[in-house]
T-cell receptor
């Protein structure tokens, strides 16, 4: 069963607009972590933001924020004031504990294109 | 720190040949992950190690794939024999510490083409 679901294969947004990238997850563990990574066309994976399952507040990092709705098992990434350089693939990932070690699994990704 | 180092960056090989991908994790990191990225299947977790021990290899597609981590500073992913459908970008990632909020750091990837 898919543990991380990103339902938007692609999104197109005008520069300077805010954009929300969806992510839902499935786990029965009470302790887990959620991550967002950016992959530009150059191919590297860049860590953006983290949300822990016990965190009371939504995580924020500069223009990135995470809309964490635990009961709905969603962790959407919000990018404010989008820029041309935000065009990239975005991956949601979940860390869960397996056999005492922490396993990181990714969703299928969303390709974001920022139009000038 | 130099980050996670993967070699080679690009590999082109003929079907049936053995391919070995290499990874040097960040010093001090105790977890290492191998991922495969394709257009069709996205980022798939192949195997991950904790303290050099393989914890979960359920993502390894077939017996043709094998991975080793002989010490804390080196890991290999081997495909023998290689097939065209193995063409993909293979990423190695490492992380350190026991806290849940520690992110994994990725290497630049190895782009494998099997012809």
């Amino acid at each position: 069963a898919q543990k991380i679901t990103q339902t938007q294969p692609g999104m197109f947004v005008q520069e300077k607009e805010a954009v929300t990238l969806d992510c839902t997850y499935d786990t029965s563990d009470p302790s887990y972590g959620l991550f967002w990574y950016k992959q530009p066309s150059s191919g590297e994976m860049i860590f953006l933001i983290y949300q822990g399952s016990y965190d009371q507040q939504n995580a924020t990092e500069g223009r990135y924020s995470l809309n964490f709705q635990k009961a709905r098992k969603s962790a959407n990434l919000v990018i404010s004031a989008s820029q041309l350089g935000d065009s990239a693939m975005y991956f949601c990932a979940m860390r869960e504990v397996t056999q005492g070690a922490q396993k990181l699994v990714f969703g299928q990704g969303t390709r974001l294109t920022i139009n000038p | 720190d130099a980050g996670v180092i993967q070699s080679p960056r690009h590999e082109v090989t003929e079907m049936g040949q053995e391919v070995t991908l290499r990874c040097k994790p960040i010093s001090g990191h105790n977890s290492l992950f191998w991922y495969r990225q394709t257009m069709m299947r996205g980022l798939e977790l192949l195997i991950y190690f904790n303290n050099n021990v393989p914890i979960d290899d359920s993502g390894m597609p077939e017996d043709r794939f094998s991975a080793k981590m002989p010490n804390a500073s080196f890991s290999t992913l081997k495909i023998q024999p290689s097939e065209p459908r193995d063409s993909a970008v293979y990423f190695c990632a490492s992380r350190g510490g026991a806290l849940m909020n520690t992110e994994a750091f990725f290497g630049q990837g190895t782009r494998l083409t099997v012809v």
